[in-house]
């Protein structure tokens, strides 16, 4: 029932799959994703030990003059020419399971985000690789996790996995990728998952902006998926627009606060101090963990800073705790989506992640993790990432409530996450 409701694959995106796959080799010729991280290095020049980081950046200095003037001035590339196949073989590897293994003998979903991240930033490289350049001069880095749906609740540790995708749009400094992940079974690749990440180019330091490669669609399915990159983009757009941040919450909304309230208040005093907590019920305050995490060097990815793929699998596994405390079962992760990298994360931080379940129904939970790093001289908190998931128990959770007008404001929030992930699964 789960999968038939939750599988959604884009007819679209399979007809593009099938087309950039036709004449590829098989699974056992295909880079595995030690590869991709070994490629990245290669394509930026980083260096394999921390010692040495600074003066790998300052060797990077020499690739402004590479750097493109005007988009206008890049050759325009086809989808299939970022085109990648990546293989996870779990199943012909034995001696790699371990890693990827939960204790429910299933694979960890954490490092599967590692690893749809690496692989993102990696075909956008492909994307803008330059023939006649062995290293890149662009620095290209996940600005944003749009979304990611799955379709099975079960990711088999035994069976090889995978990874396809490509990229789909692009701006001018930006580029949105597709990826698909596929499980091996009974000799045939399974879909597991879709996922779009949004990535961005900028300069060979990370300080500013740089252009792309412009996309040419070459058939009506291209098009089409290009054209879903241009919504996606206003979509997204419209979403910050409307934040409970920016705008007050609907009079539906208003509604739905008031109601909540009247039903928490004591009848016998009906006084506003006095709450009381309805049946099968959770106050938002008493669903929530934190944890700390200090940023070592061996986190950090190509360009020196905490590897954005670490962080989600942090954020994923306290949000994943905080789902199992709250329903008292084994949940199962939904969806991902508006995952936004606002600044990196430096080796040496003190990363704080907080976990807030801010909106359950039926057998749903929503989880919302705020990553921060505190600098322990000045003493301030900044906000590096909010990263929101969609679980599923195994059976129903009790209704979260909030109490403080904030707290309201966490559950609005969470209930337009839920529903944009119900409307597209």
Known sequence: MLAARLCTMKKLSSVLARTLTSGT????????????RSRLRDIVGASTNWRDHVQAMQERKALHTLLAKRQEDLPPRRMKDSYLEVILPLGSQPEIREKYLNVHNSVRFGRILEDLDSLGVLICYTHTKQEAQPRSPLSIVTALVDKINLCKKIIY?????????????????????????LQLHDGDYSP??????????????????????????????????????EFNKTKRIDFSTASLLKMAPT???RNIVHDIFLNTLDTRTVSFRSRVLPPNSVWMEDAKLKSLQICHPQE???FNRIFGGFLMRKAFELGWATACSC????????????????????????????????????????????????DADTREHQTTNIFHFTFISEKEVPRVV????????????????????????
Request: net charge negative.
């Open 402 to 425: 909030p109490k403080t007008y904030g707290e309201s404001m966490l559950y609005l929030d969470g209930k337009r996450h839920f529903t944009a992930t119900v409307k597209e699964i």
């Open 157 to 181: 540790p035994d069976c090889d996995i995978k990874f396809t995708g490509n990229v789909s749009w692009v701006g001018k400094t930006s580029m949105e990728v597709k990826m698909h992940m």
């Open 25 to 36: 080799s098989g699974s056992l010729s295909l880079p595995d994703m030690s590869e991709v």
């Open 192 to 229: 597991v998952l879709d996922a779009t990440f949004v990535m961005v180019a900028r300069d060979p330091e990370n300080k500013r902006p740089a252009f792309v490669n412009p996309l040419i669609p070459e058939s009506p399915e291209e098009e089409e998926i290009f054209k879903q990159g």
């Open 251 to 253: 009079a539906e909304e």
């Open 300 to 302: 950090r990815n190509i």
């Open 327 to 374: 329903g008292g079962s084994r949940p199962f992760i939904v969806s991902v989506d508006d995952i936004m990298f606002q600044r990196p994360v430096e080796v040496g931080s003190l990363l704080l992640l907080s976990a807030q379940v801010c909106y359950t129904e039926k057998n749903y939970i929503q989880v919302r993790v705020h990553s921060e790093v505190y």
